[in-house]
């Protein structure tokens, strides 16, 4: 499906933000014994990217329906919430 185009940016946020989490399972695989950030996941860049990038999205959709109902921003809030390692 394609993008609506009010939600570009959302949409490239998202994306960016699974990347970050996606080089973090990368680099722990190739890393193996060797991986510093298993403890502290917070520390690995991509994570941190993630992180943002997720927070911005949440706040891009709240301020683009400011209006929806409470059980809706709810949602929006835990669907991030589930995605951010942080």
Do not use: T
């Amino acid at each position: 499906m394609p993008v609506p185009v009010a939600l570009a940016s959302y949409h490239r946020r998202i994306f960016d933000a699974l990347a970050g989490e996606r080089q973090f399972f990368a680099d722990w695989k190739s890393a193996r014994d060797r991986f510093q950030f298993g403890q502290q996941p917070s520390n690995h860049p991509g994570v941190g990217r993630a992180s943002s990038a997720l927070r911005a999205a949440y706040g891009e959709l709240m301020a683009k329906y400011p209006q929806e109902s409470q059980s809706n921003k709810d949602a929006f809030f835990d669907y991030h919430c589930a995605l951010d390692f942080l």
